[in-house]
C-alpha cells in the first residue's frame, strides 16, 4: 500500500488505521472496549442482553470501515474525504446529543470528539491540498 499523497490522504489514513485497530480490540477483547467507553461490564447478562452481539457488529463495522478508508487513501479518492467531513460532522451531533441526553455515558463524548476533530482535520486538509 502507497503512502498517502495529501494532507487529507493522511487524515483519512489515520482514522482508518485507528477504526481498523479498534474494530479488531472489539470483536477480539469486547468488555476492553465497553469498559473503556465508559459502559458497565457485568460479570453475567440477563437473558435478551445483545450487547455482545450489538458489539460484535458494531466492531466488525468499524473494521470494514478501516478497510474502506484505506482503500480511499489508496486511491486518492477525493470525493470520499469530502463525503466523510459531511457525515463525521454528523455523528459528532448524534453521538454529543446521546451524552447530553443520558443515553450514552460521557466518556463516549471521546467518540463524539474524535469524529468532530477528525472531520475538521480532513476539511482542513482538503482546504490545504486545494491551495497547492
Not at 17 to 40: D, K, N, Q, R
Not at 62 to 75: H, R
Request: proline share 4%; glycine share 10%.
Amino acid at each position: 500500500m502507497r503512502l498517502p499523497r495529501s494532507i487529507a490522504g493522511w487524515t483519512i489514513a489515520v482514522f482508518g488505521v485507528l477504526a481498523l485497530i479498534m474494530g479488531g480490540v472489539g470483536l477480539l477483547w469486547p468488555e476492553t472496549m465497553l469498559s473503556s467507553l465508559g459502559f458497565e461490564v457485568p460479570a453475567t447478562r440477563a437473558p435478551g442482553d445483545h450487547t455482545g452481539t450489538f458489539l460484535m457488529a458494531s466492531s466488525m463495522a468499524s473494521f470494514n470501515m478501516g478497510v474502506y478508508y484505506l482503500l480511499a487513501t489508496a486511491t486518492e479518492w477525493r470525493a470520499f474525504y469530502r463525503f466523510t467531513v459531511v457525515f463525521r460532522l454528523v455523528t459528532f451531533t448524534v453521538f454529543s446529543i446521546a451524552v447530553l441526553a443520558d443515553i450514552a455515558p460521557g466518556r463516549f463524548f471521546g467518540v463524539a470528539a474524535w469524529e468532530g476533530v477528525g472531520a475538521l482535520a480532513t476539511a482542513v486538509g482538503l482546504w490545504w491540498d486545494a491551495r497547492r
